[in-house]
């Protein structure tokens, strides 16, 4: 099994900044990827960015030269510095967490606000 744990969200004004962890534990061997999925208000849940084992990163369009995802040096924690937060970044924020051909294990989320 595999454990998520986020950190990192909560109140900011727009144009603010925000770091997101993500620290895994358990069973985290052979992992394909981790990475952010966020939900807004009223909206479906969707990828923000992701970061493979070889360190490739991939991002929304949307947040494209805002957000940066990394990882850190033990390889089982992803974080999302986001810069320029928009009022309309604000949404859950979901880590996640690919291993093998295993279903995608999930944090339990963490709520970012941006307000105006």
């Known amino acids: 099994q595999v454990q998520l744990v986020e950190s990192g969200g909560g109140l900011v004004q727009a144009g603010g900044s925000l770091r997101l962890s993500c620290a895994a534990s358990?069973?985290?061997?052979?992992?394909?990827?981790m990475g952010w999925y966020r939900q807004r208000p009223g909206k479906q849940r969707e990828l923000v960015a992701f970061i493979t084992y070889d360190d490739t990163s991939n991002y929304a369009d949307s947040v494209k030269g805002r957000f940066t995802i990394s990882r850190g040096n033990a390889k089982n924690t992803v974080y999302l510095q986001m810069n320029s937060l928009k009022l309309e970044d604000t949404a859950v924020y979901y880590c996640y967490l690919v291993r093998g051909a295993l279903p995608a294990y999930w944090g339990q989320g963490t709520q970012v606000t941006v307000s105006s």
């Open positions: 358990g069973t985290i061997f052979n992992i394909n990827a």
